[in-house]
């Protein structure tokens, strides 16, 4: 079944610490995105891929990094931490920018203290 | 600013009622507009998705309309059921193509209590 995959579900880590959040997609998809979510925001667009190799950045990118290793893996990198990255991440698939379908992954809640 | 705006914010209904999202956005051009599901701690599922100027679809237990006009749609959820408690999530796509953005709101929680 297609899918994507985030890990780690949960991380905590304090200020100024270095975290990797990882996704996996098995839709054969070239389109891939990383989003917040924060309560009382809609999701937010952090950085984003056409494929691998390419990095898009996306409306709330500062303090992250990103890297798509393979059409497949998408990392999100938080090299130094800071608690107002406190937040729910989510990664998403889709074949094609637009109307097509978005498939999201589960989420992986970091909390920085 | 916010440009996709939901309401309620929150809702709470007995099992077997019926009730109504609504969903006002600002966003220029408004391609499509998509309603998600996201229960607790998991991620986002797409319901429906609308394009049309004017457009309705139907899925099951929910049905949705689309006024590009009034840049307005509903999510009506018919016979609730405890499973659809979980947070409604309105998305407007600018484009239908490689240089779209989608819009996200902020969510509606849904409560549904026996």
């Known amino acids: 079944e297609a899918a994507v995959t985030q890990s780690p579900r949960n991380k905590v880590t304090v200020t100024g610490g270095n975290v990797t959040l990882s996704c996996r997609q098995t839709n054969s998809h070239n389109y891939m995105y990383w989003y917040r979510q924060d309560t009382g925001h809609g999701l937010r667009l952090i950085h984003y891929s056409y494929g691998a190799g390419n990095l898009q950045i996306g409306d709330v990118p500062d303090g992250y990094k990103a890297t798509r290793t393979t059409q497949e893996d998408f990392f999100l990198l938080l090299e130094l931490a800071s608690p107002s990255q406190t937040s729910l991440y989510f990664c998403?698939?889709?074949?094609?920018?637009?109307?097509?379908?978005?498939?999201f992954g589960s989420g992986t809640r970091l909390l920085v203290i | 600013k916010t440009q996709v705006e939901q309401s309620p914010q929150s809702l709470v209904v007995r099992q077997g009622e019926n009730c109504v999202l609504q969903?006002?956005?600002?966003?220029?051009?408004?391609?499509?507009l998509r309603w998600f599901k996201q229960d607790t701690g998991k991620g986002l599922v797409s319901l429906t998705v609308l394009v049309d100027q004017k457009d309705k679809t139907s899925n099951g237990r929910y049905s949705a309309t689309l006024d590009k006009d009034a840049k307005h749609s509903t999510l009506h959820i018919t016979a609730t059921l405890l499973d659809d408690t979980a947070t409604y999530i309105c998305?407007?796509?600018?484009?239908?193509?490689?240089?779209?953005?989608?819009?996200f709101g902020a969510g509606t929680q849904l409560i549904v209590i026996p």
């Open positions: 969903c006002n956005y600002s966003v220029t051009p408004d391609n499509h």
């Open positions: 998305v407007v796509g600018d484009r239908g193509s490689a240089l779209g953005r989608l819009h």
């Open positions: 998403a698939s889709s074949d094609r920018a637009g109307n097509s379908d978005y498939t």
